[in-house]
């Protein structure tokens, strides 16, 4: 999601309403001052979507770094339904933000990595 308008496609086709009040919540955090687009991109992850098409959807790297092992992300958060994790890709605080939900069909490294960095 890249703008106000995809977000609320989004909204509209069958998830958790826990996502849905998460992502909508998520939205309102980041306030009117400036477009949507030009603060966060929103991805919410499901079952089939594998690591690498995540990474080429958001041009950044997932996987923890080969030769430290820390991870690019912020910080993991588990909301029980869904993981939330962060990517700050620039100096002025741009973000892409994902939503990994729980449930079967997701990449199973994927879902290892976010509950072994999880806070």
Known sequence: MTDDASIASA???????????????????????????????????????TINAIEAAIRWPIRPDIDSGIPSWEWVMDHGFTYETVFVLSDDGYAVVLFVQVMKGMDPELMGMLRAFCT
């Open 11 to 49: 909204l509209q086709r069958p998830l958790c309403p826990k996502l849905r009040d998460l992502v909508r919540r998520r939205r309102a955090i980041l306030g009117d001052d400036m477009p949507f687009e030009d603060m966060a991109h929103f991805v919410i992850v499901e079952p089939g979507d």
